[in-house]
T-cell receptor, first 113, second 112 residues
Framework: GAGVSQTPSNKVTEKGKYVELRCDPISGHTALYWYRQSLGQGPEFLIYFQGTGAADDSGLPNDRFFAVRPEGSVSTLKIQRTERGDSAVYLC???????????FGPGTRLTVL | DQQVKQNSPSLSVQEGRISILNCDYTNSMFDYFLWYKKYPAEGPTFLISISSIKDKNEDGRFTVFLNKSAKHLSLHIVPSQPGDSAVYFCAANPQGAQKLVFGQGTRLTINP
């Protein structure tokens, strides 16, 4: 079956612009996670959805970052007033009831010029 | 503060030999530990996990060892194969949380 998909695969934007990153989870997965991976680092947790609600958003770095999952399936990560330090690969994962069942997408590489 | 640490950024092993990847952690309140493997331009792929109440878990060529007193875990791959060349991430699941805390990764290269 289809895995987690993320679009776009690459996004280049200018400092100060707004971007949206999309995640399509594996069908039927109720849990959805966003992580951010900077160069030379491991993925860093941003936010976790169970169904439509954000159950844990403790990893969002500031109020420029926001994520939604209105119908409990597709999720969008939104970044306002982008800064050069936001450049990273943004990974989405979906899963079942156990944290060991996190299936990752290929990521979106965001570059802020 | 880095709660999960992989102190070796890279490791090179000859094909057929054992690869040992190490990971240290500072927080005792982790439920599960996991290893993920990542190829370029792909997302991390789950490899193997171990509960904090166990000290060993084996799956084919892969074995994970957990030493709670030392707050250390390791992944053993034997025999190593060229397809094992990838970046390996150690991750931990905090108690009561549905998230993973990752180490920085170790790039494993298997030489023919």
């Amino acid at each position: 079956g289809a895995g987690v998909s993320q679009t776009p695969s690459n996004k280049v934007t200018e400092k100060g612009k707004y971007v949206e990153l999309r995640c399509d989870p594996i069908s039927g997965h109720t849990a959805l996670y966003w992580y951010r991976q900077s160069l030379g680092q491991g993925p860093e947790f941003l936010i976790y959805f169970q169904g439509t609600g954000a159950a844990d958003d403790s990893g969002l770095p500031n109020d420029r970052f926001f994520a939604v999952r209105p119908e409990g399936s597709v999720s969008t990560l939104k970044i306002q007033r982008t800064e050069r330090g936001d450049s990273a690969v943004y990974l989405c994962a979906s899963g079942g009831t156990s944290s060991s069942e996190q299936f990752f997408g290929p990521g979106t590489r965001l570059t802020v010029l | 503060d880095q709660q999960v640490k992989q102190n070796s950024p890279s490791l090179s092993v000859q094909e057929g030999r054992i690869s040992i990847l190490n990971c240290d952690y500072t927080n005792s309140m982790f439920d599960y530990f996991l290893w993920y493997k990542k190829y370029p331009a792909e997302g991390p792929t789950f490899l193997i996990s171990i509960s904090s109440i166990k000290d060993k878990n084996e799956d084919g060529r892969f074995t994970v060892f957990l030493n709670k007193s030392a707050k250390h875990l390791s992944l053993h791959i034997v025999p190593s194969q060229p397809g094992d060349s990838a970046v390996y991430f150690c991750a931990a699941n905090p108690q009561g949380a549905q998230k993973l805390v990752f180490g920085q990764g170790t790039r494993l290269t298997i030489n023919p």
